[in-house]
């Protein structure tokens, strides 16, 4: 049944292409219908297959020369993020609601991008996920370079190269891989009982490891990410947080850390401290939670700062992983999951609610506007957000961030201290956009004033409602009973963990 | 013992009246006020099935995220029953007291009855995840409390009240963390008995090194903050100050409270003998919190700021008690065993008595200030007891609450810790009789400026306290009389709680 989420968003997509052009409400709905759907496929199968292991759902030869196989499976890991994917893709249209410039268009590319994800999460078989990531890759670029902003081209043609760069690392590795195991399949599950020499591994790890590591925003490899997440539209930036950089994370553990489990081991040797490459990722990951927190800070555009707070959130992800135990690599899951709800809320508010109203996206400019007052949804919508995003209790950032604290504790308490700090300065970041965009206490300039008596903001529409109390409660429903997604996640992650063929 | 999920229902109800309440405009306060005479009916009704041996009743378990030690366990003892009827009592209060609020009351009074669910909850809850989860509640509501409703400084004060606590959060959240990765488990009941046996500082330091003293600091620190001691305590006056009255009440009455709270059900329990060690440091700052306290209520000029700073001095009382008390004890030594009984009983209605006496008095700063257009200066004001006689009357009653006249209900919590304090840490004790001889002259001189000598213009016409003000303040005062005179009333349900509690603590 989960098959039909990839299926589904590819018609529909075609669809839309071939729709013809000047009928802007038709391409909302259908792609809204395409949306739910495929959320409905996704909760379906997520809620049927609770409590069991990994299902294959389509096994088809493909390429019966090389051995290589069209094989959708599932495992707990892929069913939640399929839930996350669909989630983001409903909220993605209900956000974009107000696009016009070349409506079925957009949402063509939009419901692509969506369906390689899919497609990624559900893949079994090296070639086929590696087909999907590339597929995620296209529609991106031309979502930002048509319907983006700030300096868009540039962004766009960034996001491309280090996106390729990554998928060309991959690819090396992929291939060296099938060749060295000789076993004649690009199954990941017969791949990882094909035991890969270690010296192998020691190698192929790292390359495979970093090529998707760029696409989750590893530290120093991040800078597509902020300069990317502005200039997209209000949709892209949250599919691209939302579930892009999963894609990348997903990678890391599903190929990289499942297939080469021996790349993690100790090299025999330690310079300052670092004796293995899960200590050289461990270090990167823990300086892009304080560099992303630390520059978040400082950013006087407001989308900025969440773009880097994504780096900082995905830094847990990355972290989470390389505990390489069970409650850590669960937290870098479930962090997964609650970064792409939480990052698609912040992005819709600063994009679509108050953006679109305010055209301006400099704290400074909105400070002078008042907005609690002006736009009081959007105020409280942002506290909501914020304090889900701080990792308040309640919410579902705080049980995963905890969960990959408490994992990375059992490792080595240094990496806890470090990321302590990037938590403590994710409250300063969150707080003070909080209190520039929203709560300021400044004086209007003249100007502000002037346009504050000639035109009122425009209201907030049904969709931003709706969007918004969904991604709002989500989260707080995961924070509250996480239970729901650890039950799916533990028992993959043990399995996955354990070796043998994921 | 299941049954019915009373305590669940205590902490909904608010939540449920706070989303009715976002949505009724104008009607806000009376959906306000019938939600917290509700909850306060439903914690009388916790407080009388209370077990008699002073155990923790009214037990509430479910399973919630296990991997990560995460429980739904709730329950009460008499100290988390007294603190539930507090907290209901002092919302009820301030929503009545807040009856002048033009600006958003949907939103004003959904952000008190969420702040009341916030007491509730971390009063209830037995488990780290579940407790925090409240204790960060009460924060956001209280902290726009400030932000939106304040005085002309509140963006300072409010952002220095968050930051400060966040920080007391951030503290906490990391040491429980240490804990959770030694023994896998949050459980508050648990942990106690873990650390009864000394099981848990073995436990810590096989996983982290010798580190559980380090964990005790950044525990007390969180607490610390939060009650506040000094040097802790410089987000309070700003704080209290730049909130709206009513909020000051709910600030003052019930959530310092759940600071101290904290360090009788977390920070002693589970690290009691940590805290004995540094019990001398400790007793310094408690004492200089009564002594300071009192001292900064004398100099200032602002009645909001002289009411901040002597709850300071109040507080400061129970911290003296908990420290003084967080002394090893022979199992033989009777007369010792009596004294950290009495002070612990005092402490726990010390807890209570200051809470209604300061949300009380704050009460009447509020309506002072809807008086006279918002003065509340100590020299803005003189000779009110002639125009109004009543006002002065019941404020005075309360005032000297405050100050501890035998008869109300100040004096027998204070009486208790010094009672257990003297033969514990006598010197700590006897510098802090210099607290209470301070805290005795600025009430003093509160009620020699304010409702004696010349009558100034702006309160010639000062009207009286009318019906509807009397007949609110009239439980109140009599509750401080009711306790002052029969305090059995409080110390028969919470002495067998204070024995119990006692012999799980180990210094």
Redesign the interface.
Known sequence: MLAWTIYLSFAGALVLALLPKGKPAVARWLALAVAVAGLALAVTGFVASMGQGRLVIVDLPWVPSMGVHFLLAADGISRVLVLLTGLAAVAGVLFSWNIELRTNEFFAFFLALIGGVYGVFLSFDLLLLFMFYEIAIVPKYFLIAIWGSTRREYAAMKLALYSFVGSAMVLIGLLAAYATSGSHSTSLIALGHAGLPVSFQMWAFPLVFTGFAILAGMWPFHTWAPTGHVAAPTAASMLLAGVVMKLGAYGCLRVGIALFPHGLDPWGFSFAGIGSWRDVFALLAVVGIVYGALVALVQTDFKFVIGYSSVSHMGFVLLGLMTLN??GV?GAVMQMFSHGIIAGLLFAIVGRLVYNRTHTRQLAELETMHL?KRLPFAAWAF?IAG?ASMG???FSGF?SE??V??GA??VN?WW?AVA?VG??VG?AYT?RAL?KAF?S?ALPSAHVLEQEHGQALAPITWSEVTGVIMLAGVSLFVGL???IL?DAI?PAVKTLLAGGGQ | MSGFPVLTLLTVLPLVGAAIALWSGRHARAVALITTLCSLALALFVWTRLPANGSIGLVERA??????G?EYHLGVDGLGALMLVLSAIVTLMSVDAAHRVHHQPGLYFGLVLTLEAGLFGSFTALNF?HW??FW??SL?PAF?LI??WGGARR?PAA?QF?IYT??GS?ALL?AF??V??STGSMDFPHLTLLASTGELEQMVTAH?GPVTFWLAIGVLAGFAVKVPMIPFHTWLPAAYAEAPSPVTMLLTGAMSKMGVYGLLRIAIPLFGAQIAQIRTPLLVLAVATVVMGAWAAAAQKDLKRVFAYSSVNHLGYCLLGIFALAVPVAATDASAQASQAAALNGVILQMFNHGLTAAALFWFVAIMQSRTGGHRGIDDFGGLRKPAPVLAGLMGIALFSSLGLPGLNGFVGEFLIFRGAFPLAWVGATVSLLGLLVTATVILTVIQKVFWGPVPERCASFPDLHHGERLALAPVIGLMLLIGLLPQLIVDSVNPTVVNLLTHWRF
């Open positions: 069970q409650i669960t609690s506290v304090m308040l209790p309640g049980v905890l969960q604290l408490v504790w059992q308490p806890v302590g938590i403590v409250v707080w209190q709560f206490d009973y996480p239970k650890l533990e | 399973a919630w995220a296990p991997s990560l995460i995840f925090f989860l960060e509640l956001i726009f932000k939106l963006g952002t968050f966040m920080a951030a990391v963390l240490a959770f990765v982290l």
